[in-house]
């Protein structure tokens, strides 16, 4: 069956361009193009197309104005097409709040020798924005986005240990997955280090708005940060994050290497650098995402000793790298999204490791998180 495809972007070179590159693909075709929103409105009245490209900035009317319309009026799948500006990317990561399935970054015209790389890249995730459009969960999980999330009660003595880690990898759809995740997390919960699949740019405004946001600290990873409760490192776009040791703590690191399953900064590289240092002080999470990083690296924690978690079908954007990972076995639990959380805190409770020192027992965590 063909995707038929309507672009909306106010640069006729940019629509051109898209144009020729959507229409190389076999399965495909643009069936309109669209300078502004409100031409797009009438065009698909007209098209009914089955994937929307959005430029994130747009005359006459914002591009968010019109999305969060279209997502309340009409849902239907929508790839984003974004600057990779400060700008560009605040208002991407609000249209994928928004209901928005991905986004790529608008193409560099002048690098001839990238556009076939790229010609693969916004085709790939127009058919994953197809797929996801066709699932019975696409309009409930529109209105799902709009439920608040409360974090779960205060660990207090259910676990003392600060060797506790919780290691996440995500894809498409994972940044409001992420979001939902972490909204959850209470105050003192175990260091959490996250990657997900973006480009170098995206990641600081991602770590920054869940900052805001969440009750625990969240930020983007340095390099040499120790690891503490009620904190979560966000890998940066332009490196691979592993987890290491320094003397009795836990690290960040990144490493610039080449990318692993096509991605830098990798899944698996986290995972796998988790399940070397951590083993069973760690619980893996794999969340909505295409392709199969990290299943590789989920099993090697499973064998190291960590648990591991897989959000389900119903609640993932795409059902990718999940469905990997329980595939191969690398999974104990699979789970909807919105109790991924409270599960997660509630192993470390099942498991709790009291600390002594002599004849004293250690009744209360200690606080490293003083975010109001």
């Known amino acids: 069956m063909t995707i038929k495809v ?19 693909q076999a399965d495909m075709e643009v ?20 994937v ?6 747009m005359p006459r009317m914002d591009g968010l104005d019109f999305l969060e319309k279209l ?38 015209l002048s690098i001839k020798a990238g556009m076939l790389e790229y010609t693969q890249l916004l085709a790939d995730k127009i058919r994953i924005a197809y797929q996801a459009g066709k699932s019975m969960n696409f309009r409930t999980n529109m209105v799902k986005k ?13 676990f003392l240990s600060t060797e506790k880690l919780i290691i996440v990898g995500a894809s498409t759809g994972g940044t409001e997955a992420i979001k939902t995740f972490l909204l959850q997390m209470p105050v003192d919960c175990p260091g959490i280090l996250i990657t997900q699949h973006m480009p170098e740019g995206f990641t600081t405004s991602f770590a920054h708005r869940l900052d805001g946001l969440c009750k625990i600290s969240v930020i983007e990873a340095m390099g040499g940060e120790r690891i503490l409760p009620g904190h979560a490192y966000i890998a940066p776009g332009h490196s691979h994050m592993l987890l290491a040791r320094s003397g009795a703590n836990y690290i960040t690191r990144l490493d610039q290497g080449p990318p692993v399953n096509r991605h830098r900064p990798s899944v698996d590289v986290l995972f796998r650098s988790a399940a070397l240092h951590a083993g069973k002080n760690a619980v893996g ?32 954007v795409v059902f990718g790298m999940p469905k990997e990972a329980i595939e191969i076995g690398a999974v104990h639990e699979v789970a909807s999204l919105s109790i991924l959380a409270g599960m997660v805190i509630d192993h470390f409770g099942k498991h709790a490791v009291s600390i002594r020192e002599g004849s004293m027992t250690l009744s209360q965590p200690m606080i490293t998180n003083f975010k109001d």
């Open 71 to 108: 997502m309340r009026l009409r849902p239907m799948p929508v790839v984003m097409v974004s600057s990779l500006t400060d700008r560009g990317s605040e208002i991407t990561l609000r249209a994928l709040e928004l209901g928005a399935v991905d986004y790529v970054t608008k193409p560099k």
């Open 146 to 158: 709009s439920l608040p999330h409360e974090p779960l009660p205060l660990v207090g003595n259910r």
């Open 52 to 57: 929307l490209t959005l430029d994130v900035e």
């Open 6 to 24: 309507l672009i909306v972007d106010d640069s006729a070179l940019i629509r051109c361009v898209l144009t020729e590159m959507i229409e190389s």
């Open 285 to 316: 999470v794999i969340l909505t995402g295409m392709g199969k990083d990290g299943a590789l690296g989920l099993l090697e924690m499973k064998k190291a000793g960590a648990y591991n978690y897989a959000q389900d079908e119903n609640s993932c």
């Open 31 to 50: 069936v309109g193009t669209a300078s502004d929103p409100l031409i797009a409105r009438d065009l698909i009245k007209q098209t009914n197309p089955d």
